[in-house]
């Protein structure tokens, strides 16, 4: 899942905002010194992403993506995946998605010092220009998605991931309402931020 999705699955705490982000960013590495809290948020993230990678709808869904392409449709569907929770916010979340976006931004403020260099960089950029309006339009998810291909270190057809997008737009959809609430059900079963809260 993208960074969205795993800050909605998080607890609104600073600790599990940052631990439930850091496992894009070197994880494991920077936890020896941190509290329970992030560390249970980190696994937490880990908990997402394999559910999510080894969910017989997110496999399916890798078919609506044209052959040069597949190896990136993971990336492409974490992206888009934020974009369907954007639109479809209401029915997970009661809150306004900009209330939820300016604590969100907020707490993870709050643990910027403590952040990984990369880490700092990111969450930076992402909470000042707002990364989460440019995913409301397929445009803007084109963008966030060509700009990813670009920062790939070797030769790759990732760019124009859109148009693949566009074409199945329905039914990457349809993927999306259906495994949502199946990831969300599965972190609450598990509940591994219910353990030393802060």
């Not at 795993?6 to 070197?26: E, I, M, Q, R, V």
Request: neutral net charge.
């Amino acid at each position: 899942m993208n960074y969205l999705a795993h800050l909605y699955l998080a607890k609104p705490t600073a600790d599990s905002h940052f631990g439930n982000l850091l496992g894009d960013f070197g994880g494991k590495r920077h936890v020896e010194q941190l509290p329970n809290t992030v560390k249970n948020a980190l696994n937490n993230h880990y908990l997402v992403d394999k559910f999510t990678d080894s969910h017989r709808l997110v496999k399916e869904a890798k078919q609506y993506f044209s052959s040069e392409r597949k190896r990136f449709a993971g990336v492409a569907i974490d992206v888009v995946f934020d974009h369907f929770l954007i639109m479809h916010w209401q029915r997970f979340n009661q809150q306004p998605l900009s209330d939820f976006k300016y604590n969100s931004f907020a707490l993870l403020n709050k643990r910027m010092p403590i952040m990984p260099p990369r880490m700092q960089q990111v969450v930076t950029s992402m909470t000042k220009n707002d990364w989460f309006k440019e995913y409301e339009t397929i445009n803007g998810v084109g963008l966030a998605l060509d700009n990813i291909a670009k920062r790939i270190r070797f030769t790759n057809n990732f760019a124009g991931t859109a148009e693949d997008i566009t074409r199945n737009y329905h039914e990457l959809e349809a993927v999306f309402l259906a495994f949502f609430p199946e990831l969300i059900n599965h972190v609450n079963e598990h509940a591994l931020e219910a353990i030393n809260a802060e």
